[in-house]
Every structure is written in C-alpha cells, then in structure tokens.
C-alpha cells in the first residue's frame, strides 16, 4: 500500500497478535508511530497486550506513558489493557495505584484489577476489591464471581468457596454455564464430589466444558467408576464428544485399569479426526503406558505426523517405566534434532531412573542436554542433577549445579549436605549447614537435620550434636521417627549410649531402623548383654527381626562367648530364612569361631553356596585365632582360586595366622601384598599385626624400623605390641629398651610397668622386678584386675 492509513496499520498489528508473534506487533506498533500516524485508543491496546505477551514490562510502560501524553488513558479500552498489563506481570502496586487514578470504574477494571490479585492467590485483596465493588455503583457480574470461584477452589478454607457460591444462588447467577461450571470444577478441586455433581444437576445447559470438569474433579480424586459412568451417560445422550472430552476418559480409563473399555474408546476415537490432535495422542500413550502395553503407545507414538514435546515426553516417560532406558535416550537426541524443548518432568524422569541403574555416563551425557534446555530458575532439575552427582560421590559437580541455581529451596541444601557426607567430608557438609541457616530464603527441615545428625556422628562430636538437638525441640521435629533413630545413632556413635537408650524409650513408636541401632551400638561398644537383653524384649514386639539385628545378636554372643545363646538366635536365622544372609552367615562362622567352636564354624562355612569375601574372612580370623596358621592361609589360597578379591580385613586375619604360626617370610611378602599386588591401603591393624610378627620371631630391630616408617601419629600402641613380643619371649635387653620409651609415652599406664616385670621374672631377675612393683606402690599404679566368667545352662 502506498499510503497505510491507521486502520490498516492497526489491522496489521492484530493480525501478528492473532499469530502469535508479539515482537512483530511491537515492531509494526513503532514503525507505525514513526510514520508520522497516531495510534488511537485500540492500536494503543494492541501494543499494551503485545508487550505483555512478549514479556517486555519496559515496553509496556513506554506504551502506558504515550496514552497519558495522547489523552487515551482514561478510555475504558485503553485502561483496561493498562491494568490488564500491569496486573500479568505481577506488578500489583502500580495496577492498585492506576486503578484508583480512574475517576469512573467499568465492571472490566473491577473485575481485571480482582483478576489481577486471584491470578497471585492474593485472597484478602481480591475478597476485599469484591466488597468495594458492592459498595460502589456497580454490581459484581458473571465474569466477577467466575474469577472469585476459581480463586475460591485454591483458598485455605472451602468457606470462601460456599460463601461465593451461595452469594451467586441469591442473585440467581449458579445456573448459568460460565458461573456454574466454575462452581463444579472448584467443589471438584476440594475432592467435596456431592457437591459438585449437585451443583452440575442445577444448571439449566450443561455443555461439553461443564462435563469436562466433572470427570475431571473424579479422575482428580481417584473415584474413575464413577466418572466412566458419566462419561457414558454424556455419550448416550447424544452430544459430541470433543479432544478434552476423550482425553479425559482415556485418563479415566487408566486409573481404573480398564483395559477393555480403553480400546473401546481408542476404536471410538478412530471414527473422528480427533486422532491426530496431541492431546488426545498423549492421553492415549499414557492409558497404554499405564496398561503395559509400551508396544501400542509406541505403535501410536509413531502413527502421529507432526510431534511436539508433550507427545515425546508422554513416549520417554513410557519407555522409562519399563526400563528401556536405550530408547528413552534415542527419543531424547530425536527431540533435539527436531528443536523441541525438554521439558522438567522428562529431564527430571531422565534423571531419576537412569541413576537409580547406575548409568552414570548416560546421565553426564545428558546434563549437556539438559544445559541447553532450562535454566538456572528451575530446582526441581538442579535438585534432581545435585542428588545423581551426590550418589555417584561426584560432589565437584554436584556443587557446580548448586551455585548455578537460581532458586534454591531446602531440598538443593539437603541434596548438597547430602553429598558431602558420601563424599565422607563431614565438615563441610556442617559448613554448608551453617550457610543454610544463615540463608533467610530457606529453613532446614527434617530430611536436612538428618543428613546433619548423621555427619555429626561420624565426627563425634557430642557436644555439636546437643546443640542440633536442642534445635530439633525447638523447630517441634523431636518426634519424627527419622530424627528419633538420627539422634540415637548420633549418641550411640559418640559412646553416650544412656542418651541413646533415653530417646529410644520415649519413643512413641519404635520402627525397625530405631532398634538395630540400639542393638547394635550395645554390641560394638562391648555391652553384649544389654545387646541381647533389649533383643529379648524386641522379640515380643509387632516388628520382624532384619538381618542387621540377627548380626548385631550373634556380634553380642561373640563378644560374651555365648554358646547357648548364639546357637538360639543361629535357629532362629534358620526359621526367619536370613541364614543365608551374606552379613548373618559371617557372624554366625564368626560366633562359633570366638566360642571355641571352630569345626562347627568350618561346617557352617561349607554349607554356604556363593561366598563372598565377608564369608571367607570371618573363617580364616577364625583360624588365625585359635593358632590354626595353616589352615587359615590354606583358606586363603581356596579364596584366590575363587576369583574372590581380599579387602584390608582378609589380610589382618592373614597376617595375625603367621604371626601365631612364626610364618616370618609369608608374613612380610602378604604385608607387602596388600598395596602392591591389590591396591589396598596399609591400615594401623596391618602394622600391629606385622610387628608383633616381627617380635615374635625375635626381628625386634626390623620391627623397630617398621614402627619409626609408619605412617601413623599415634604410634604408642605398636611399640606396646612390640613390648608384648618381647614380654612373651624374655628379651630382656631390647624389653628394657623399648619399656622405657613407651613408659616416656605413658607414663601413668600400670600395663607398661607390668609387661617389663613379666620380662624381668622371666629372665629370673627377681630384684628388678620386686623394684619395679614397689615403684609402681609407690607410685599409686595399679594394674587392672582381670576378670573370668562362665555360662550357667539349666
């Protein structure tokens, strides 16, 4: 056209507003301007509604500043558009304050300012607008209570919901279709059902929409029988059924898990064009998907032209329920060949399942993927990324999606504090505790105060724990069973085992995880009698006995040399079938073996299917501790024959056997062995074990050499073996020498004082040895005195 007039530049403008490109409108509306023409009070609305579409509020108020200074502002088109544009992008101070600037109010203004503040689930302000609205000289419309019933169906109180629906009964309103099929879809968002279907039955036209939300509101609360029975009822009558209709019987279908009258819909559907519109495929891969039949959502997956994100999302989740992982990810890379986005809930499946089957390379793969998908503003992704890092102990790229995040909420921390404590690195993990609370977006809940009692107690540090604890009471989360068994495994691990029992009795309701660790912190801090006590009384409770108990027991059994006892709960792993267990089956060798038991323990061994390492350590300590070297390396070797791979505990039991046995040579080549033949790192046990060998064999200057080598700050305790060594054997000479030096060590330990007059009376050096007792009397030392017991069996 040569010479656009304003009705053609202001069609123009509507038209890339109908299509759905915002920033052409906006571009149209100033080339417009800069043509010389002013826009009049519609192209002025036009360009308000395309800066909201576009997400552009500084264009909008450019827009809002022109129709002040062209005199449009006040034209109820025009404010409308302004309190619309103001009212979408949130900014509810500056619509409020142009909303009062109007000296004459349409019901529009009313209604998009009301519409404004439902839109933020701001119910006092909206609630508060409708009775000024009263007061002033227009009444509230259709569109008004529409508005305030919706707002009603997300309210704190279902009050507010009856309080609108019985203000639009009085003005004779609840029988309209707009009106009324709001009331029905909002009762149906309360799961009140009766209500709804009431309040459906009293309007004077039901259409489609008004269905819709029916089965809706029953699909939404699980009651599916009964929305197939209305969706039959529709169909019967004659009225056509639509996409939202079949998609939300297809739904309705897939609660119900009815897989016949599915396909009778889905042949139903073949009948009507409907079969190509997205929803309705999308809503039929889910009812498959949901049946099992994964090959006929794909089948239809396939069967559509054009794909978008929600029918490939629908096909991935599919794909994902079924552990076709394979598949899923060749669906994901298909999506981005064709430039479709991924949207939360896939990535966030994605994740979740491939984690869970440890394909940690799949994942890392696919963050790249999903960099390019969303950003930093979503947590439900982030937290999801930080977790699979976490697991994988990867907690460097963990923290790299943390500080990337532009929301955080307490899951992000948790998952974070989370993964340092895989990481084993405890004190950061309180460190990063300490910037949560100092962070005022978030408070820890109790899944985060968890992770924390659970670093505190690898730190044992009690008094950090009370604090948190005292925190717990605080907050009010004292009586969550996760907390409960947190804080006992938190004093149990600092030794404060009567904290422990003290939490464990006030327990209102005591789960499973609550009594292994009370069982099992007796056991290993040496109160096998409690241990077995407390199981007594666990015995008459509701709750079945786990593998962790039956070990801890049998631990306890152990530690008392419990025969009887350990026999007992051996017929009791028997009855309960977790005698097979690969943690029950070594406690069981390990109790026969510290009761004296050792063919017994031998006998169980061989009845064992599918050893593991933990089977076959637990026999060759054994051996090692009842002098059987031999045996215990004959064992060993069987172990290698087997392909089964030792850890650190196998060669402290390895060791121990040639020390007893005076295996010099193989005791130091199986010393070496542990780094340099399987990669394992030499622990404190390793080096006691080896100098006591050493001592034994009368090596004391290579054992000395071996102490002054070892990687250890402590190192009291070896020199102590070696001492012992030489107390055993009379070496007088190096027994006095090395006895000095621990004595600088320690000296107010009586056992030092002891062993170097063992080696003294042995050497038949009756002087020094009634010198050093009076040194010790003199001293005020005494040695501990030892103590013997026995079971009495009736």
Same mark, same amino acid.
């Given at each position: 056209?040569?010479?656009?007039?304003?009705?053609?530049?202001?069609?123009?403008?509507?038209?890339?507003?109908?299509?759905?490109?915002? $920033?052409?409108?906006?571009?149209?509306?100033?080339?417009?301007?800069?043509?010389?023409?002013?826009?009049?009070?519609?192209?002025?609305?036009?360009?308000?509604?395309?800066?909201?579409?576009?997400?552009?509020?500084?264009?909008?108020?450019?827009?809002?500043?022109?129709?002040?200074?062209?005199?449009?502002?006040?034209?109820?088109? #025009?404010?409308?558009?302004?309190?619309?544009?103001?009212?979408?992008?949130?900014?509810?101070?500056?619509?409020?304050?142009? /909303?009062?600037?109007?000296?004459?109010? #349409?019901?529009?203004?009313?209604?998009?300012?009301?519409?404004?503040?439902?839109?933020?689930?701001?119910?006092?302000?909206?609630?508060? &607008? %409708?009775?000024?609205? &009263?007061?002033?000289?227009?009444?509230?419309?259709?569109?008004?209570?529409?508005?305030?019933?919706?707002?009603?169906?997300?309210?704190?109180?279902?009050? @507010?919901?009856?309080?609108?629906?019985?203000?639009?009964?009085?003005?004779? &309103?609840?029988?309209?279709?707009?009106? +009324?099929?709001?009331?029905?879809?909002?009762?149906?968002?309360?799961?009140?059902?009766?209500?709804?279907?009431?309040?459906?039955?009293?309007?004077?036209?039901?259409?489609?929409?008004?269905?819709?939300?029916?089965?809706?509101?029953?699909?939404?609360?699980?009651?599916?029988?009964?929305?197939?029975?209305?969706? @039959?009822?529709?169909?019967?009558?004659?009225?056509?059924?639509?996409? %939202?209709? /079949?998609?939300?019987?297809?739904?309705?279908?897939?609660?119900?898990?009815?897989?016949?009258?599915?396909?009778?819909?889905?042949? #139903?559907?073949?009948?009507?064009?409907?079969?190509v519109d997205s929803f309705v495929r999308t809503a039929l891969i889910d009812m498959y998907v949901s049946f099992g039949m994964v090959d006929d959502a794909y089948r239809s997956f396939l069967e559509i032209g054009e794909k978008n *994100?929600?029918?490939?999302?629908? !096909?991935?989740?599919? %794909?994902?329920?079924?552990?076709?992982?394979?598949?899923?990810?060749?669906?994901?890379?298909?999506?981005?060949?064709?430039?479709?986005?991924?949207?939360?809930?896939?990535?966030?499946?994605?994740?979740?399942?491939?984690?869970?089957?440890?394909?940690?390379?799949?994942?890392?793969?696919?963050?790249?993927?999903?960099?390019?998908?969303?950003?930093?503003?979503?947590?439900?992704?982030?937290?999801?990324?930080?977790?699979?890092?976490?697991?994988?102990?990867?907690?460097?790229?963990?923290?790299?999606?943390?500080?990337?995040?532009?929301?955080? $909420?307490?899951?992000?921390?948790?998952?974070?504090?989370?993964?340092?404590?895989?990481?084993?690195?405890?004190?950061?993990?309180?460190?990063?505790?300490?910037?949560?609370?100092?962070?005022?977006?978030?408070?820890?809940? *109790?899944?985060? &105060?968890?992770?924390?009692?659970?670093?505190?107690?690898?730190?044992?540090?009690?008094?950090?724990?009370?604090?948190?604890?005292?925190?717990?009471?605080?907050?009010?989360?004292?009586?969550?069973?996760?907390?409960?068994?947190?804080?006992?495994?938190?004093?149990?691990?600092?030794?404060?085992?009567?904290?422990?029992?003290?939490?464990?009795?006030?327990?209102?309701?005591?789960?499973?995880?609550?009594?292994?660790?009370?069982?099992?912190?007796?056991?290993?801090?040496?109160?096998?009698?409690?241990?077995?006590?407390?199981?007594?009384?666990?015995?008459?409770?509701?709750?079945?006995?786990?593998?962790?108990?039956?070990?801890?027991?049998?631990?306890? #059994?152990?530690?008392?040399?419990?025969?009887?006892? +350990?026999?007992?709960?051996?017929?009791?792993?028997?009855?309960?079938?977790?005698?097979? $267990?690969?943690?029950?089956?070594?406690?069981?060798?390990?109790?026969?073996?510290?009761?004296?038991?050792?063919?017994?323990?031998?006998?169980?061994?061989?009845?064992?299917?599918?050893?593991?390492?933990?089977?076959?350590?637990? !026999?060759?300590?054994?051996?090692?501790?009842?002098? /059987?070297g031999k045996e215990a390396l004959e064992m060993f070797n069987a172990m290698k024959m087997h392909e089964i791979e030792p850890d650190e505990v196998t060669f402290i039991g390895v060791i121990s056997a040639c020390s007893r046995c +005076?295996?010099?040579?193989?005791?130091?080549?199986?010393?070496?062995?542990?780094?340099?033949?399987?990669?394992?790192?030499?622990?404190?046990?390793?080096?006691?074990?080896?100098?006591?060998?050493?001592?034994?064999?009368?090596?004391?200057?290579?054992?000395?050499?071996?102490?002054?080598?070892?990687? %250890?700050?402590?190192?009291?305790?070896?020199?102590?073996?070696?001492?012992?060594?030489?107390?055993?054997?009379?070496?007088?000479?190096?027994?006095?020498?090395?006895?000095? !030096?621990?004595?600088?060590?320690?000296?107010?330990?009586?056992?030092?004082?002891?062993? @170097?007059?063992?080696?003294?009376?042995?050497?038949?050096?009756?002087?020094?040895?009634? *010198?050093?007792?009076?040194?010790?009397?003199?001293?005020?030392?005494?040695?501990?005195?030892?103590?013997?017991?026995?079971?009495?069996?009736?």
């Amino acid at each position: 056209m040569p010479s656009p007039n304003l009705i053609s530049w202001t069609s123009t403008i509507s038209s890339f507003l109908q299509a759905g490109r915002a $920033n052409l409108a906006l571009q149209e509306f100033f080339a417009m301007c800069n043509s010389g023409l002013k826009p009049n009070e519609f192209g002025l609305s036009l360009a308000l509604k395309a800066s909201r579409i576009a997400s552009k509020p500084n264009i909008g108020k450019l827009v809002h500043g022109y129709s002040i200074k062209s005199g449009f502002e006040s034209y109820a088109y #025009c404010s409308t558009s302004i309190l619309d544009m103001y009212s979408k992008f949130g900014i509810m101070s500056d619509a409020r304050m142009f /909303f009062h600037s109007i000296p004459q109010k #349409c019901d529009a203004l009313w209604n998009t300012l009301i519409d404004g503040y439902a839109r933020y689930s701001d119910e006092n302000e909206a609630v508060g &607008l %409708f009775h000024q609205m &009263l007061l002033s000289s227009l009444d509230p419309n259709s569109f008004t209570y529409t508005i305030l019933i919706k707002l009603s169906a997300n309210a704190v109180d279902i009050g @507010l919901l009856r309080f609108f629906h019985g203000r639009s009964i009085k003005i004779g &309103l609840d029988c309209y279709n707009f009106v +009324g099929g709001a009331i029905v879809d909002s009762y149906g968002k309360w799961g009140e059902l009766d209500d709804s279907v009431r309040s459906f039955w009293s309007l004077e036209e039901r259409d489609h929409v008004v269905w819709t939300s029916l089965l809706s509101g029953f699909r939404d609360n699980g009651d599916a029988e009964r929305g197939i029975d209305f969706y @039959l009822r529709y169909v019967s009558e004659g009225n056509t059924v639509d996409q %939202f209709m /079949f998609a939300s019987v297809l739904n309705l279908c897939s609660d119900l898990q009815s897989r016949d009258f599915g396909l009778q819909v889905h042949s #139903c559907l073949a009948k009507t064009p409907l079969l190509v519109d997205s929803f309705v495929r999308t809503a039929l891969i889910d009812m498959y998907v949901s049946f099992g039949m994964v090959d006929d959502a794909y089948r239809s997956f396939l069967e559509i032209g054009e794909k978008n *994100e929600v029918i490939f999302s629908a !096909m991935i989740k599919g %794909f994902v329920s079924t552990s076709d992982y394979s598949n899923a990810v060749k669906l994901v890379y298909e999506m981005r060949k064709l430039g479709l986005p991924l949207d939360c809930s896939t990535i966030s499946c994605m994740i979740k399942a491939l984690t869970s089957h440890e394909l940690f390379d799949e994942v890392k793969t696919f963050h790249g993927q999903i960099l390019k998908s969303i950003d930093g503003s979503n947590f439900v992704v982030g937290n999801n990324l930080i977790e699979m890092y976490s697991k994988r102990r990867d907690v460097h790229s963990a923290e790299k999606v943390f500080m990337s995040m532009e929301v955080l $909420n307490e899951f992000s921390w948790t998952a974070l504090i989370s993964g340092y404590n895989e990481s084993e690195d405890f004190v950061e993990s309180l460190k990063l505790y300490q910037k949560m609370k100092s962070s005022s977006s978030v408070e820890p809940n *109790e899944f985060t &105060l968890v992770a924390v009692l659970y670093a505190i107690s690898k730190l044992q540090d009690v008094c950090k724990g009370k604090q948190i604890h005292s925190y717990i009471i605080k907050k009010g989360f004292q009586s969550h069973a996760y907390i409960e068994s947190a804080l006992i495994g938190l004093y149990s691990n600092c030794g404060c085992l009567n904290d422990a029992y003290r939490i464990f009795s006030t327990m209102s309701k005591r789960d499973l995880v609550s009594w292994g660790y009370m069982i099992s912190s007796y056991a290993q801090q040496g109160h096998g009698y409690k241990a077995l006590k407390l199981l007594s009384k666990h015995e008459k409770g509701p709750i079945a006995i786990d593998e962790s108990i039956f070990s801890s027991c049998l631990s306890a #059994c152990s530690s008392l040399t419990s025969l009887e006892m +350990g026999k007992t709960i051996h017929s009791c792993t028997i009855k309960t079938g977790f005698e097979s $267990n690969i943690q029950v089956e070594a406690a069981i060798i390990d109790m026969y073996c510290k009761c004296g038991c050792v063919k017994e323990a031998r006998k169980i061994f061989n009845e064992i299917k599918n050893h593991s390492v933990i089977s076959y350590t637990s !026999m060759i300590c054994g051996y090692a501790q009842h002098g /059987f070297g031999k045996e215990a390396l004959e064992m060993f070797n069987a172990m290698k024959m087997h392909e089964i791979e030792p850890d650190e505990v196998t060669f402290i039991g390895v060791i121990s056997a040639c020390s007893r046995c +005076g295996f010099l040579k193989e005791g130091l080549m199986h010393f070496e062995s542990v780094t340099l033949k399987y990669g394992l790192e030499k622990t404190f046990s390793h080096y006691a074990c080896i100098v006591d060998l050493l001592g034994r064999a009368g090596e004391v200057r290579e054992a000395e050499k071996l102490i002054f080598e070892a990687p %250890f700050r402590s190192k009291t305790l070896l020199w102590k073996t070696l001492l012992g060594a030489c107390s055993k054997y009379g070496n007088v000479e190096d027994g006095n020498r090395i006895a000095e !030096m621990v004595m600088r060590l320690e000296p107010d330990e009586a056992s030092n004082y002891v062993m @170097l007059s063992n080696i003294y009376s042995s050497a038949s050096m009756w002087d020094k040895s009634s *010198e050093l007792k009076k040194k010790m009397g003199e001293g005020s030392l005494k040695k501990t005195p030892g103590c013997s017991w026995l079971q009495v069996t009736y």
